[in-house]
């Protein structure tokens, strides 16, 4: 067993904020990185000095409390406690996202450009800020990584092309078989993601998709659980950190005994926004009555459109765990920031750093999930953004540096258009 790492001395002056004080209480993303609490206005930021960036990078010891080490496979159904925050309950998400726009304007003031963060990781279209493609970054994978990541093929839907027969070739060269996920390479929030049994499922599925659009066919991960690992590292460390892991369960209702599944979707404001896609996926037991304390899963889709549920993980995290994240990060080009999307057997095998597959990676655009974990607050969610968005912008301005010109205002615009149009045209989820 290997020592557990020893916090290094770094700069107090964290990002050169006047008066800080250490905030490292709990698991959190202070905790974890070691920032210093900042004032609660964020535009005092208008007035601070220039951002020491290397600060970035203060680390700390591991919690040495013992892990529980249960090794049954994951459970789909969340430990008991809020599924969803109050305020998400409370606040449209469009008003939600208002304050976080304005963090956002202030940091592109102080660092002079309002797309800065695209430089972050110039290995993927824009930094994965916006519009990236899916395939491009898996397809950046170190040997380390790959042994992580399920097989994939992707297909470029031009005019005239016989799309089922260039699918079928290039799945046989990779060995893929049925059933498969078909989902756009550029896409977000699960729209469009389909899981395909048959050929007439796939050509059913590549006959929809817009014209010149890629399709990515990726093996299907029937793993039980799921979560989001968020890693950083400041382009000058030789060592990155992981600063979130949230642990997603699927939409899901627990019966009563007297409702059935319809009225239970019903009761709750978020899972009825979603109630035709849940009846659409098992009609059968739309009209059914659950039992007392009956777990039923809505569907496998676990996006925060569809109602994922969220639980902090960040007690989850190991020296084990973050040295394999670390090293599959490192051998990507140039990749310091982005969260991987992970399945994986049991929390034990997790903690490892063994039995978890990739199915996605995210760039600067991601968000930390644990935001949106039950116990969350408002101003934690927004705090953690803020110190998210000041970390991604520091790194971006190192890379600037370093003669990485970030993607301009029209070009990200551009992006987002392209993203938004295809969005519009994908088949309906399954």
Known sequence: MRPLRQPEQRSSALFGCKGAIVGAKNWSFAHRYRMLRFPAFPFSLMASRPTSERALAVRLTYSRKPYPTPSAPMSIRPPEGPVYPQFKRRIPEQLFYVVPALMWLMLSI?????????????GLDAGGLWGESKSQGLELFGATGREFLPSFVTIDCHPGLDRLSVAEAAMRSKGLGFP?????????QGWGVRVLKAKDELADY?????????????????????AGIFYIR??????????SLA????PHVIGNGSHSVAQLVASDPILQANAAIYRERDLGAWDRVLAQDEFHCLTNARSARLGAVYRNGLHQITPELEDVIDQISR???????GRFDIRFRSLAELRQGRGFQIVELNGAGAEMLHIWAGTGTLWKAWRTLWQQYRVLFAIGAAMRRQGHRPVGLIGMIRLQRQQERLRRTYPPSS
Do not use: C
């Open 110 to 122: 102080r660092h002079r450009s309002l797309t800065l963060p695209s430089a972050a990781n110039p």
């Open 180 to 188: 498969v996920m078909g989902k756009p390479d550029r896409g977000y």
């Open 206 to 226: 590549l006959s929809l998709q817009p014209e010149n659009a890629r399709v990515m066919l990726q093996e299907l991960i029937d793993l039980p659980g799921e």
């Open 234 to 243: 400041h382009p000058e460390d030789q060592q990155g950190r992981i600063v």
């Open 247 to 250: 642990l997603v369960y699927p």
């Open 331 to 337: 051998e990507i080009p140039d990749f310091h920031f």
